[in-house]
T-cell receptor
Protein backbone atom coordinates (compact mmCIF):
# COMPACT_ATOMS: atom_id res chain seq x y z
CA UNK A 1 0.00 0.00 0.00
CA UNK A 2 1.12 3.53 -0.69
CA UNK A 3 0.49 6.68 1.29
CA UNK A 4 1.79 10.18 1.88
CA UNK A 5 1.81 12.28 5.02
CA UNK A 6 1.99 16.03 4.84
CA UNK A 7 3.33 17.61 7.99
CA UNK A 8 1.48 20.80 8.84
CA UNK A 9 -1.99 21.57 7.55
CA UNK A 10 -1.19 25.28 7.42
CA UNK A 11 2.10 27.07 6.80
CA UNK A 12 2.51 30.85 6.87
CA UNK A 13 5.60 32.66 5.60
CA UNK A 14 6.51 36.25 4.83
CA UNK A 15 6.80 37.42 1.25
CA UNK A 16 10.38 36.82 0.14
CA UNK A 17 11.02 34.12 2.74
CA UNK A 18 11.85 30.47 2.13
CA UNK A 19 8.92 28.14 1.56
CA UNK A 20 9.26 24.59 2.92
CA UNK A 21 6.34 22.15 2.72
CA UNK A 22 6.98 18.70 4.13
CA UNK A 23 5.93 15.36 2.71
CA UNK A 24 6.84 11.82 3.74
CA UNK A 25 5.80 8.82 1.70
CA UNK A 26 5.29 5.11 2.24
CA UNK A 27 5.59 2.71 -0.66
CA UNK A 28 6.54 -0.94 -1.06
CA UNK A 29 7.62 -0.36 -4.65
CA UNK A 30 9.68 2.39 -6.27
CA UNK A 31 7.40 5.41 -6.13
CA UNK A 32 6.48 8.18 -8.45
CA UNK A 33 5.98 11.34 -6.40
CA UNK A 34 4.18 14.53 -7.28
CA UNK A 35 3.37 17.93 -5.92
CA UNK A 36 0.14 19.55 -7.06
CA UNK A 37 -1.20 23.03 -6.31
CA UNK A 38 -4.86 23.99 -6.01
CA UNK A 39 -6.07 27.56 -6.17
CA UNK A 40 -9.52 28.41 -4.79
CA UNK A 41 -12.41 26.97 -6.79
CA UNK A 42 -10.10 25.29 -9.25
CA UNK A 43 -8.79 21.82 -10.00
CA UNK A 44 -5.26 20.65 -9.29
CA UNK A 45 -2.25 21.72 -11.32
CA UNK A 46 0.98 19.77 -11.45
CA UNK A 47 3.99 21.57 -9.94
CA UNK A 48 6.57 18.84 -10.40
CA UNK A 49 7.08 15.07 -10.46
CA UNK A 50 9.75 12.55 -9.50
CA UNK A 51 10.01 9.38 -11.59
CA UNK A 52 13.35 7.85 -10.52
CA UNK A 53 15.57 10.09 -12.60
CA UNK A 54 17.31 13.03 -10.89
CA UNK A 55 16.60 13.23 -7.16
CA UNK A 56 16.35 17.03 -7.27
CA UNK A 57 13.32 17.93 -9.32
CA UNK A 58 12.62 21.43 -10.59
CA UNK A 59 9.07 22.47 -11.27
CA UNK A 60 7.06 25.45 -12.35
CA UNK A 61 6.90 28.83 -10.59
CA UNK A 62 10.35 28.39 -9.02
CA UNK A 63 9.45 25.36 -6.90
CA UNK A 64 11.67 22.32 -6.47
CA UNK A 65 11.65 19.13 -4.43
CA UNK A 66 14.30 16.62 -3.41
CA UNK A 67 13.67 12.88 -3.23
CA UNK A 68 15.44 11.37 -0.22
CA UNK A 69 14.99 7.61 -0.09
CA UNK A 70 16.79 7.25 3.25
CA UNK A 71 14.31 9.66 4.84
CA UNK A 72 11.32 8.63 2.67
CA UNK A 73 10.76 12.33 2.10
CA UNK A 74 9.89 14.59 -0.82
CA UNK A 75 9.78 18.09 0.62
CA UNK A 76 8.79 21.06 -1.56
CA UNK A 77 10.80 24.28 -1.42
CA UNK A 78 10.94 27.71 -2.99
CA UNK A 79 13.71 30.17 -2.10
CA UNK A 80 11.54 33.30 -2.09
CA UNK A 81 7.79 33.31 -1.54
CA UNK A 82 5.49 35.45 -3.63
CA UNK A 83 1.98 36.55 -2.78
CA UNK A 84 0.69 34.53 -5.75
CA UNK A 85 2.00 31.32 -4.13
CA UNK A 86 -0.86 31.36 -1.61
CA UNK A 87 -2.79 28.15 -2.31
CA UNK A 88 -3.32 24.57 -1.16
CA UNK A 89 -0.49 22.16 -1.92
CA UNK A 90 -0.85 18.40 -2.19
CA UNK A 91 1.85 15.76 -2.16
CA UNK A 92 0.93 12.56 -3.99
CA UNK A 93 2.34 9.10 -4.69
CA UNK A 94 1.80 6.34 -7.21
CA UNK A 95 3.82 3.64 -8.91
CA UNK A 96 4.68 2.58 -12.44
CA UNK A 97 2.03 -0.15 -12.46
CA UNK A 98 -0.69 2.47 -12.67
CA UNK A 99 0.44 6.05 -12.76
CA UNK A 100 -3.14 7.35 -12.87
CA UNK A 101 -4.23 5.92 -9.50
CA UNK A 102 -2.64 8.66 -7.52
CA UNK A 103 -2.88 8.76 -3.72
CA UNK A 104 -2.97 12.28 -2.31
CA UNK A 105 -1.99 13.67 1.04
CA UNK A 106 -4.36 15.79 3.08
CA UNK A 107 -2.84 19.04 1.86
CA UNK A 108 -1.00 22.04 3.26
CA UNK A 109 -2.46 25.50 2.98
CA UNK A 110 0.25 28.07 2.29
CA UNK A 111 -0.39 31.66 3.37
CA UNK A 112 1.92 34.54 2.47
CA UNK A 113 2.26 37.54 4.79
CA UNK A 114 3.00 40.92 3.17
CA UNK B 1 -5.63 21.88 -27.13
CA UNK B 2 -8.82 21.63 -25.06
CA UNK B 3 -8.33 20.80 -21.41
CA UNK B 4 -10.50 18.70 -19.12
CA UNK B 5 -14.00 20.13 -18.78
CA UNK B 6 -16.59 19.14 -16.19
CA UNK B 7 -20.28 19.85 -15.94
CA UNK B 8 -22.15 21.13 -14.12
CA UNK B 9 -19.93 23.36 -11.99
CA UNK B 10 -22.33 23.34 -9.06
CA UNK B 11 -25.20 21.08 -8.10
CA UNK B 12 -27.59 20.82 -5.17
CA UNK B 13 -29.41 17.56 -4.53
CA UNK B 14 -31.54 16.09 -1.79
CA UNK B 15 -30.60 13.03 0.25
CA UNK B 16 -31.75 9.86 -1.52
CA UNK B 17 -31.65 11.35 -5.01
CA UNK B 18 -29.36 10.29 -7.84
CA UNK B 19 -26.82 12.47 -9.64
CA UNK B 20 -24.78 12.27 -12.85
CA UNK B 21 -21.62 14.27 -13.32
CA UNK B 22 -19.90 14.62 -16.68
CA UNK B 23 -16.34 14.97 -17.83
CA UNK B 24 -14.73 15.56 -21.21
CA UNK B 25 -11.13 14.41 -21.24
CA UNK B 26 -8.27 16.33 -22.75
CA UNK B 27 -7.70 15.67 -26.43
CA UNK B 28 -5.57 12.55 -26.95
CA UNK B 29 -6.19 11.19 -23.44
CA UNK B 30 -7.85 7.78 -23.12
CA UNK B 31 -7.71 7.35 -19.35
CA UNK B 32 -10.09 9.12 -16.99
CA UNK B 33 -9.96 9.07 -13.20
CA UNK B 34 -12.51 10.43 -10.75
CA UNK B 35 -11.70 11.83 -7.32
CA UNK B 36 -13.81 13.04 -4.41
CA UNK B 37 -12.44 15.96 -2.42
CA UNK B 38 -14.28 16.68 0.81
CA UNK B 39 -13.87 20.11 2.33
CA UNK B 40 -10.41 20.54 3.84
CA UNK B 41 -9.14 17.18 2.62
CA UNK B 42 -7.08 15.78 -0.21
CA UNK B 43 -8.71 14.14 -3.22
CA UNK B 44 -9.72 10.51 -2.70
CA UNK B 45 -9.52 8.11 -5.66
CA UNK B 46 -12.95 6.79 -6.68
CA UNK B 47 -12.21 4.84 -9.86
CA UNK B 48 -10.46 4.97 -13.20
CA UNK B 49 -11.64 4.15 -16.71
CA UNK B 50 -9.34 3.05 -19.51
CA UNK B 51 -10.70 2.32 -22.97
CA UNK B 52 -14.28 2.19 -21.67
CA UNK B 53 -13.53 -0.37 -18.93
CA UNK B 54 -13.22 0.22 -15.18
CA UNK B 55 -9.53 -0.14 -14.41
CA UNK B 56 -9.22 0.19 -10.66
CA UNK B 57 -11.43 1.35 -7.86
CA UNK B 58 -10.89 3.03 -4.54
CA UNK B 59 -12.74 2.46 -1.29
CA UNK B 60 -16.16 3.66 -2.44
CA UNK B 61 -19.47 1.74 -2.28
CA UNK B 62 -21.20 0.32 -5.38
CA UNK B 63 -23.67 3.22 -5.47
CA UNK B 64 -20.76 5.12 -7.04
CA UNK B 65 -20.58 3.98 -10.65
CA UNK B 66 -19.26 5.29 -13.90
CA UNK B 67 -19.06 5.05 -17.63
CA UNK B 68 -16.56 5.92 -20.29
CA UNK B 69 -17.68 6.52 -23.86
CA UNK B 70 -15.92 5.81 -27.17
CA UNK B 71 -14.78 9.43 -27.34
CA UNK B 72 -13.22 8.90 -23.86
CA UNK B 73 -15.59 11.27 -22.11
CA UNK B 74 -16.91 9.93 -18.83
CA UNK B 75 -19.78 10.05 -16.34
CA UNK B 76 -19.85 9.56 -12.61
CA UNK B 77 -23.18 8.40 -11.21
CA UNK B 78 -24.04 8.39 -7.53
CA UNK B 79 -27.25 6.74 -6.33
CA UNK B 80 -29.05 7.16 -3.01
CA UNK B 81 -27.18 10.32 -2.14
CA UNK B 82 -26.06 10.81 1.44
CA UNK B 83 -25.13 14.01 3.23
CA UNK B 84 -21.47 12.89 3.33
CA UNK B 85 -21.41 12.80 -0.46
CA UNK B 86 -21.22 16.59 -0.41
CA UNK B 87 -17.82 17.35 -1.93
CA UNK B 88 -15.90 18.61 -4.93
CA UNK B 89 -15.76 15.88 -7.57
CA UNK B 90 -12.70 16.07 -9.76
CA UNK B 91 -12.15 14.41 -13.08
CA UNK B 92 -8.63 13.91 -14.42
CA UNK B 93 -7.38 12.53 -17.69
CA UNK B 94 -4.04 11.19 -18.83
CA UNK B 95 -2.66 9.83 -22.11
CA UNK B 96 -2.73 6.17 -21.04
CA UNK B 97 -2.63 3.99 -17.99
CA UNK B 98 0.80 2.86 -16.89
CA UNK B 99 2.43 5.94 -18.31
CA UNK B 100 4.12 8.38 -15.98
CA UNK B 101 2.45 11.34 -17.60
CA UNK B 102 0.75 13.46 -14.97
CA UNK B 103 -2.97 13.80 -14.51
CA UNK B 104 -4.70 16.79 -16.03
CA UNK B 105 -7.54 17.91 -13.79
CA UNK B 106 -10.76 19.71 -14.53
CA UNK B 107 -12.05 22.42 -12.20
CA UNK B 108 -14.52 20.03 -10.60
CA UNK B 109 -18.21 19.83 -9.81
CA UNK B 110 -19.25 21.08 -6.39
CA UNK B 111 -22.03 18.78 -5.13
CA UNK B 112 -24.10 19.77 -2.12
CA UNK B 113 -26.49 17.21 -0.64
CA UNK B 114 -29.15 18.58 1.70
Amino acid sequence: AQSVTQLGSHVSVSEGALVLLRCNYSSSVPPYLFWYVQYPNQGLQLLLKYTSAATLVKGINGFEAEFKKSETSFHLTKPSAHMSDAAEYFCAVTSYSSASKIIFGSGTRLSIRP
Amino acid sequence: ETGVTQSPTHLIKTRGQQVTLRCSSQSGHNTVSWYQQALGQGPQFIFQYYREEENGRGNFPPRFSGLQFPNYSSELNVNALELDDSALYLCASSPQDGDNSPLHFGNGTRLTVT
